[in-house]
């Protein structure tokens, strides 16, 4: 989009001093005495705020602090969780595994958001001849929705060797993703449905009244804005799905949590738990903290919209 | 008269259980607009939706340029493609540019090249004096200028009948009378339209022939002389009356 500019920036209009250009019409407007002190008066307050935030905080977070290392038990806590040297000697393991869930975040990310497109246009659509299909999809995604991620894994990964079909995988690693697939493809499918149902019907007459037919009115105007309006909550799934994926360790596959489970086992420490959830929130964090942005920005969009 | 660009007989349409139109039988000659006035719920909306194949009918036959588009074997994005309707609010796709909007159907449903479309889409906005606004998002927009906007995307398939439903009634008062103008001059220029309003004083002054709905059925009809200024049924006498006691003429 060439105009992206041209619209995101609403909000910094209103911040006072940042706007003036935008507003001097004349070219030689001076801002007024009265203007200046509430400037000035303004810039002193945000000051004062400033320094009351940082003192608190250094007060209440450093008490807490405190208080934990000079409590009794933190001696064995810290030698229990916070083994540092172990934690730098285990890493490259962990981080090893970490790529296996990195691999299989990206492989499932993929596949999920095909097939969770595919099952939400098969929900929101009415033709007839989809009927079976829509009934089909509409089971799926309330049996998946509704059991935990950990009982599918468990019944893939060691249910569907066990039927010992000739040419179906023994391969934990794809079963395991399988299982992962199968169930945010639900989850997914269900957000991008909610998303198109959330589109203004008018939308969708007006796209079909001006004769685009029914593929070109979804791919041009519904689904254009439906993924705009649920991409902070695909993030979250994202975010979810990344955590997920250690689920897979249960079938014996090496990933970050399996590794940091093999290292502690061996030493009786509990410092490569740590680790590995260290690990996950270099890249769930960041991705947490985004996504919380572009939630603020979405609400913003639409509540701009609702004004004009 | 002319031939009819639409002609609609016996026209019957039900949601579920409650009929909403009933024998509907019309005729608008080309270069004339027929406006339909009538009480909330009247069905006035969803007559032009059924014009325009967005809604199915139980019974009845609507023409187009004499040929008969409720038709099962007809296509009906292609007939689509020969009317241009206006809705009463949220037109407007609110992801793409006010240009954007306006090529889309050009390109998508016509097969235009992109330079062709906006050639065509940049004069549109010339004639009706909002060229500067062609790269600027629906939300910057005010609502006078979205439904003008609106039309002209409307304008972009060189309809050959254009169907606005109370394009000014999500508007307030100033705003509606820069739409009416656009409306007006499109007649000017013998464009075909129908039109469901709430303003009388628009229905004067465009209508070639103003019909009054009661409860599905057109109930009376005639020039906008007689219909708004000395209609004969009581129950349309009624309706004018409280129109005019609300303030709205
Ligand atoms: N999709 C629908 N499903 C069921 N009933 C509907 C539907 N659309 C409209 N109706 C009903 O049809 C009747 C006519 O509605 P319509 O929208 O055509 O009225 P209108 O004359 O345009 O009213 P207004 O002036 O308020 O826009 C109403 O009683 C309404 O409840
Ligand atoms: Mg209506």
């Known amino acids: ?79 229990t969780f916070f083994k540092w040297a172990y934690g730098v000697e285990v890493l490259p393991k962990i981080l090893l595994g970490f790529i296996t ?22 929900r929101t659509s009415k033709a007839p001849a989809l009927t079976p299909f829509r009934i089909l999809a509409t089971v799926y995604v309330d049996v998946f929705r509704g059991i935990p991620m950990l009982l599918v894994i468990l019944l893939v990964g060691f249910g569907v060797p066990a039927l010992q079909i000739q040419g179906l995988t023994n391969n934990v690693l794809i079963l395991g993703l399988t299982a992962v697939i199968i169930t945010y493809t639900a989850y997914v499918a269900e957000v991008i449905r909610s998303g198109i149902l959330s589109i203004h019907p008018s939308q969708r007459a007006a796209a079909r009244s001006l004769g685009l037919n029914y593929v070109q009115t979804m791919r041009h105007v519904i689904l254009p804005q439906a993924f705009r309006r649920v991409t902070p909550p695909l993030l979250n799934d994202l975010v979810a799905l990344i955590k997920d994926t250690g689920l897979v360790s249960i079938l014996g596959v090496t990933d970050a949590v399996r590794a940091a489970q093999i290292a502690s086992s061996r030493s009786f420490n509990y ?3 740590v680790m590995a959830a260290i690990v996950f929130l270099l890249i769930t964090i960041p991705l947490t903290r985004f996504t919380d942005r572009t939630l603020r920005k979405s609400i913003e969009q639409q509540n701009a919209q609702g004004l004009a | 008269m002319s031939n009819s660009v639409l002609e609609i007989s016996k026209l019957r349409k039900s949601f579920d ?29 969803t007559l032009l939706r059924c014009i325009n194949l967005l809604e199915p009918i139980d019974d009845g ?14 296509n009906p994005d292609e007939v689509r493609r020969k009317i241009g309707m206006v809705f009463q609010a949220f037109n407007l796709f609110p992801h793409m540019s006010v240009l954007e909007n306006i090529i889309l159907a050009p390109m998508r449903v016509k097969g235009s090249s992109r330079d062709q479309a906006v050639d065509q889409a940049e004069s549109l906005l010339k ?13 910057r927009l005010s609502g006078g200028q979205q439904q003008r906007v609106a039309i002209i995307r409307s ?61 599905g059925r057109i109930l009376e009809w ?16 009624e309706f004018l009356k409280q129109v005019n006691e609300a303030g709205r003429l």
């Open chain 1, 271 to 273: 410092t490569p738990y």
């Open chain 2, 127 to 139: 004639r009706f004096g909002l060229l500067d606004k062609a790269n600027q998002y629906p939300d």
């Open chain 1, 101 to 122: 869930n990195i691999t299989l975040t990206t492989i499932a990310t993929i596949c999920v958001a095909f097939f969770g497109l595919s099952i939400a246009l098969v």
């Open chain 1, 1 to 79: 989009m060439k105009n992206e500019a041209s619209r995101g920036d609403s909000a910094s209009q209103f911040n006072g001093e940042n706007s003036q250009s935008k507003y001097d019409f004349g070219g030689k407007w001076q801002p007024s005495e009265l203007e200046l002190a509430r400037r000035a008066a303004r810039a002193k307050r945000n000051k004062r705020s400033a320094i009351i935030a940082a003192l608190s905080s250094f007060f209440v977070l450093g008490g807490l602090a405190v208080i934990a290392v000079t409590s009794p038990g933190w001696k064995l806590l810290s030698d």
């Open chain 2, 61 to 74: 036959v609507i023409k187009l340029d004499g040929e008969e588009i409720t038709d099962v074997e007809i």
């Open chain 2, 222 to 237: 005639g020039t906008p002389d007689q219909i708004l200024n000395k209609p004969q049924e009581r129950q349309t006498q």
């Open chain 2, 17 to 45: 259980t409650e009929l909403v139109l009933e024998d509907i039988s019309i005729k608008v000659p080309e270069h004339t607009a027929t406006v339909f006035i009538g009480a909330s719920g009247s069905g006035k909306s």
């Open chain 2, 155 to 215: 304008l972009a398939l060189n309809p050959r009948l254009l169907l606005l439903d109370e394009i000014t009634s999500s508007l307030d008062p100033v705003l509606v009378n820069e739409v009416l103008k656009t409306v007006r001059d499109l007649k000017a220029e013998g464009m075909t339209m129908v039109l469901a309003t709430h303003e009388m004083g628009f229905a004067k002054q465009v209508a070639d022939e103003v019909c009054f709905l009661k409860d």
